[in-house]
């Protein structure tokens, strides 16, 4: 939100590209860690990577269509879900390591085509800026009149 409320949507867009990133890189890093103690650092550091980019992505979701978000959240929670499903049959197929390089790769890609995502009404991180926002006016107390003071 802070990046939100200095650069607008392109803020919000330039965290997601970061964290996913991030993400992708510490799958990567994990693929080749040696020892058991590193991998679960490793592994931490990706699951904060990985809830971040999640929250991230929930704190664009309603600006795509604002009467459909409960439907676009559905969307991209089925995303997650067909991801798992993916790499899982990777997982199956693949050795471990192959397995992770594909994942982290594929994460880093995502984060390449987060560059790409338009808003209608927001910037975009490349073009574009965000339309100005309506505030509603609030009832304002009327200010008494020097003359009705003095009665």
Known sequence: DKANASMGMRGRLIVQTVLLAAEGAMVLV?????TLAGAIVVMVIFSLFVQSAEGSTYGIVPYVDPPSTGSISGIVGAGGNSGAVGF???????????????MGCTIL?????????????????????DAPVETKSTLAVPAKADDEDEA
């Open 30 to 34: 994990f693929a080749n860690t040696g």
């Open 88 to 102: 899982g049959l990777g997982f199956r197929q693949l050795g471990y390591k192959d397995a992770f390089i594909i």
């Open 109 to 129: 890609g995502s984060s390449v085509t987060t560059v790409l995502i338009s808003i209608k009404g927001h910037a975009s991180m490349l073009w574009g800026e």
